[in-house]
């Protein structure tokens, strides 16, 4: 049994009393043990100092990119169809299994070291093993899938997959990765969304999910002329042609959900679908501003998620939770979205989406040591008296705050070092990696 203490700190526990304690937490193998003050070093295999510390439950994004972190700088000023069929689609096409993994070992990098220690990410069409290999290396926590794409205009033929190819392939990711390292990486089926998958093929999904027991991720309703192209094809709105199907349930994650009626809002709040909100993503392909204090009032779960970083660029939940609290107050006044309430979003609100709020997304004895730990001494945070905690997270830190990140009881950062990974050769072959795809798409 290995244990790691952490001593002195100041802990955001976001249990159910949300309670904040300063003292001591005992992490014994892949679990937190104790919350308390004065535990007894004795036994103690690593003694963490966290006077003067911040310690707050890892941040779950609940719609990340790992394919795309490679087109970082690549598509930028467009909107999503444009960006989609000029850029994003021929880079993916162009993706060999080297490429991937390195395109995932660098969006985890970034992840990790911002304090991320889960995800919810969607792969591309081709080599999603490799990105699966990287997330087993890393030691992020993930739910994952290979994109399913067998239908659209504009499409380049190599992300073009017959249906029964694409099924296929989903069901032998699924049956290797999912549940490996004792659940750590958990599969999803991941249609990219409504236009680029027939009708075959979502209720296919929609039986395979049912089978399997898996989550089902998919964008939606993220831009308008994507929500006219649904209408001419099926008749119907987006979130209405899923329950149509039957898609429409409490293991689907909905991306965006930007431009909802109110028959959508009403059928995401009935099914219990989970809504991931994007707002980097969504500014940036000037697609919208997701209407999120109304889906709250509803109590429909809203978690967070940075997208891929061609769209962002970072993917960084500080940024993504200023931004989630600051583009509503224009709107809907200065005390919507307050800090708090973003803060859940980024934490026991992703576990939620995930299915693992048990087990991830707050600081409570007997769940997952999945930890952040933060210091806060430094020019733009103070002063700290007086300070709400959760708007000193939202408001003033930074990515760059975070100095150890601890997943399933394994600290991979220690004092801005990630530990599972070679940082240099990461970054030296992300820029191979990307020069070998350009040169591909000239041709």
Not at 180 to 207: K, M, N, W
Request: charged share 25%.
């Amino acid at each position: 049994m290995v244990k790691i203490l952490i001593k002195n700190a100041q802990i955001i526990t976001m249990n159910p009393k949300n309670e904040i304690v300063n003292g001591d937490l005992l992490i014994e193998n892949d679990v937190i043990s104790e919350i308390g003050s004065d535990i007894t070093t004795q036994g103690v295999d690593k003694l963490i100092d966290g006077s003067s510390k911040i310690i707050i439950p890892g941040f779950i994004q609940t719609h990340i990119h790992l394919c795309q972190t490679l087109f970082r700088g690549q598509a930028d000023d467009l909107e999503l169809l444009d960006w989609l069929k000029q850029k994003i689609w021929p880079l993916e096409a162009s993706h060999d299994q080297e490429s991937i993994y390195y395109s995932a070992m660098l969006g985890i990098g970034e992840l990790i070291q911002s304090g991320t220690t889960s995800i919810v990410d969607m792969e591309t069409v081709n080599y999603a093993d490799a990105a699966f290999m990287a997330m087993a290396k890393s030691g992020i926590r993930a739910i994952s899938g290979k994109v399913m794409m067998d239908k659209g205009r504009d499409v380049p033929l190599r992300l073009l997959e017959s249906t029964n190819e694409s099924l296929q392939q989903s069901v032998d990711l699924l049956e290797k990765w999912h549940n490996y390292d004792h659940g750590r990486i958990q599969y999803a089926f991941c249609p990219r969304f409504v236009i680029s998958c027939t009708e075959e093929l979502l209720t296919e999904v929609r039986d395979l999910s049912n089978h399997y027991e898996v989550n089902v991720h998919t964008h939606a309703s993220e831009s308008l002329e994507e929500i006219k192209i649904v209408e001419q094809e099926r008749g119907m709105r987006n979130i209405v042609y899923l329950d149509h199907i039957g898609l429409a349930n409490s293991r689907l994650i909905l991306a965006h959900c930007v431009w909802l009626n109110d028959e959508e809002k009403r059928i995401i709040k009935e099914r219990g679908i989970k809504v991931s909100h994007c707002p980097g993503s969504n500014l940036k392909l000037a697609s919208g501003i997701a209407e999120i204090p109304d889906l709250m009032n509803r109590k429909i779960s809203i978690s967070l998620g940075a997208d891929g970083a061609p769209c962002n660029n970072n993917l960084d939940m500080f940024k993504e939770m200023r931004l989630a609290s600051t583009i509503q107050k224009n709107i809907h006044g200065p005390t919507s979205m307050n800090a708090y309430t973003v803060f859940r979003m980024a934490t026991i609100g992703g576990a939620e989406a995930m299915g693992l709020q048990n087990q991830i997304g707050s600081l409570e004895v007997g769940k997952k040591a999945d930890i952040a730990i933060l210091n806060l001494e430094d020019f733009h945070t103070y002063p700290s008296i007086g300070v709400d905690p959760y708007a000193r997270l939202v408001y003033s830190a930074s990515s760059a705050d975070v100095e150890t990140t601890i997943i399933d009881g394994k600290i991979v950062m220690e004092n801005r070092r990630i530990k599972t990974m070679d940082k240099g050769l990461i970054l030296r072959e992300a820029n191979h990696s990307i020069k070998r795809l350009l040169k591909r798409i000239s041709k």
